[in-house]
C-alpha cells in the first residue's frame, strides 16, 4: 500500500475502487471500503506490505456503502483478520441478505454504466455486519454522516482527530479507475438509487463543513490541495 498522507495508505495497486487503510495515532488501523472480489489477492498483497498480515492486525472495516466494489471483500477480511464489519443500518440489512437490494439498472443510465448496474444486481456484496453506525459523533473519532441516496445507507465518515472525510462516492475525487486525474463532484446518477436525495444530503454538510485537510473518496487521488474551498464550491453545482 502507498502511503499518501501520515496514517494513510491508499492500495495503489487496486483499480476498481479505491481501499484506504488508517492507523490512528493509538495504533488502531482500519480499512475503509474494501474493494471488489476480482482484485482480492491484490489487496491482500498490499495489506501484507502495509504490515497487516494475521487476525488482530485491524481493528475494523468501515463500510461507506454496500456496492459490490466496495463491500465486495468486507465478509473475506473479516474471517481472514478477525475485524468486525460495520456499516449503517440500512445497507446492512442488504448486506447480510435479509432484504432485497432494489434493481440498480433502470435504463436511464449510459450504456456502460448499465452493464455495470447489471452486473451489480447480478452478484451482489453479501457480508455478516457485526455493529451500525450512530448518527453524529460516534468512536475512534469519526463522526458518521448519512448520505442515503447512493445506497440506501451510504454514509460519509469524518475523522476528526486528522481532518479526513472518506466520502465513498457521495463526493468523487476523479473518474474512476483514474488517479491521475482530479474532478471533484458529487454521486453520479447512474449508479445511485436516488441521486438527488444524496446530493441534498452532501450539501447539507458542506453548508457546515469542518476542517477539512483531506478527501479520500470511493474514486480518483487524495485530494489535498485547497480542500475545504473545493468542497465549498461544490454547494454550486
Known amino acids: 500500500m502507498r502511503r499518501v498522507a501520515d496514517g494513510l495508505r491508499l492500495a495503489g495497486s487496486v483499480v476498481i475502487s479505491n481501499i484506504w487503510l488508517m492507523e490512528d495515532p493509538s495504533g488502531r488501523r482500519f480499512v475503509v471500503d474494501t474493494g471488489h472480489p476480482l482484485e482480492r489477492m491484490t489487496l491482500r498483497a498490499s495489506l501484507w506490505r502495509a504490515g497487516v498480515r494475521g487476525r488482530g492486525d ?9 456496492h459490490s466494489d466496495h463491500a465486495g471483500n468486507a465478509a473475506w477480511l473479516r474471517r481472514t483478520y478477525g475485524c468486525p464489519v ?14 432485497p437490494a432494489p ?17 451489480e444486481d447480478r452478484f451482489p456484496a453479501r457480508t455478516p455486519v457485526d455493529e ?8 475512534w473519532g469519526f463522526r458518521v454522516v448519512p448520505v442515503p441516496g447512493h445506497t440506501e445507507g451510504s454514509v460519509m465518515l469524518y475523522h476528526e482527530p486528522t481532518r479526513t472525510l472518506f466520502s465513498g462516492d457521495a463526493i468523487l475525487t476523479g473518474p474512476p479507475p483514474l488517479r491521475a486525474i482530479e474532478y471533484l463532484r458529487l ?4 449508479f445511485s438509487l436516488h441521486v438527488d436525495g444524496c446530493r441534498d444530503a452532501v450539501r447539507g454538510f458542506l453548508r457546515e463543513l469542518p476542517p477539512v485537510s483531506a478527501v479520500a473518496a470511493g474514486h480518483g487521488p487524495l485530494l489535498r490541495k485547497d480542500a475545504e474551498n473545493r468542497l465549498r464550491r461544490l454547494l454550486h453545482r
Open 187 to 190: 454521486a453520479v446518477p447512474g
Open 103 to 119: 434493481p440498480l439498472a433502470r435504463g436511464v443510465a449510459a450504456l456502460y454504466e448499465e452493464v455495470l448496474c447489471h452486473i
Open 132 to 139: 451500525l453506525y450512530d448518527e453524529g459523533a460516534w468512536k
Open 58 to 66: 485491524l481493528t475494523a472495516v468501515l463500510l461507506t456503502h454496500r
Open 86 to 99: 460495520i456499516c449503517h443500518e440500512r445497507d446492512a440489512d442488504i448486506l447480510t441478505g435479509n432484504k
